[in-house]
């Protein structure tokens, strides 16, 4: 099992590996480390429900970035034809774009678990959730790599809360909903993380293999709590990255009060269950 450990710190922008040669030896591995990061497969999954408005500047932005990103989109049938219009993407991102459709809304915690199998079995090395909307800064994408790329953690969470409330343009009600109900998790799990219900993460692919997906139970925002407290509770690293979260400005929030009540119940059910049934790891790729 793996030493639990928890840590906050600030990436700058400008993150530079510089390594100090002392000689042959240290020279080759500082050779062999960078190319293992020029080779790791990064895949950002983002599922989507009537994204039309948001769908295609956030292509062209995840696309421009350096780091060579791909992008998985999971459509649950969106009437507004976002699937439509990512197969006409696809022809200028060739290899690169890749889209799941599916039938009907089926759930958040779905589509992720549905884009965590496809990606493990295509073998990508980091894989992101991130949402369509631009409530997340798709720059933060590198950040959140750079903060597990040499594997001294295995989950990064782009945290709202690890550095004060970095919210803009919710309502205060909603701010004071979310920041409590992380302060609830903390209470009831003792997951020390401060912003739980987080949705802005890069895992790498150890985490997920070792996680029994089939038996991830929630589709909302308890499916985020659920992901992390099974990765912690598994002995995995975790660590916070501090972001920006802006409102969305375009397109519908899904949120709604039955997924708020499954967070509510859900983190109880987990506490209960790992007391239970404590966790183990499975080896499905």
């Known amino acids: 099992m793996v030493t639990q450990k928890f840590v906050s710190f600030k990436i700058a922008d400008n993150h530079i590996l510089k390594p100090v040669i002392r000689g042959k030896s240290n020279r080759n591995l500082i050779f062999e480390r960078i190319i293992s990061f020029m080779s790791h497969r990064k895949l950002v999954i983002i599922p989507t429900y009537n994204e039309l408005e948001n769908i295609s500047d956030m292509v062209q932005t995840v696309m421009e970035l350096e780091e060579n990103f791909e992008l998985l989109i999971l459509d649950d049938g969106s009437p507004d034809g976002t699937a439509a219009l990512v197969k006409t993407l696809q022809n200028s991102f060739e290899g690169r774009l890749h889209l799941i459709e599916r039938a ?13 199998r496809w990606a493990l079995a ?3 090395d980091f894989i992101f959730e991130m949402d369509c909307d631009f409530s997340h800064d798709p720059k933060d994408l ?6 597990i790329k040499d594997r001294s953690f295995d989950l990064a969470i782009g945290s709202r809360y690890i550095t004060g409330v970095n919210v803009v343009n919710w309502p205060i ?10 302060k609830y998790v903390n209470f009831i799990t003792g997951l020390p993380i401060q912003d739980a219900t987080a949705g802005f993460k890069c895992y790498h692919r150890s985490v997920l293999e070792k996680i029994n997906l089939d038996a991830i139970q929630f589709i909302g925002y308890a499916f ?8 912690w509770k598994l002995g995995f690293k975790l660590i916070e990255v501090p972001i920006i979260f802006t409102d ?18 859900g983190v109880i059910w987990m506490k209960i269950k790992s007391i239970i ?6 080896k499905s790729y």
């Open 248 to 265: 969305r400005t375009r397109g519908q929030s899904k949120m709604s009060p039955g997924i708020f009540k499954e967070a509510v119940l």
């Open 277 to 282: 049934s404590p966790f183990q790891s499975v």
């Open 104 to 116: 009907g809304k089926l759930g958040l915690g779905t589509a992720y678990i549905a884009g965590f």
């Open 173 to 182: 009600g909603r701010v004071l909903m979310s920041y409590f109900a992380s």
């Open 142 to 147: 590198i950040r959140l790599y750079q903060a």
């Open 122 to 124: 295509r073998k990508y």
């Open 224 to 231: 985020q709590i659920e992901m992390k407290f099974t990765a």
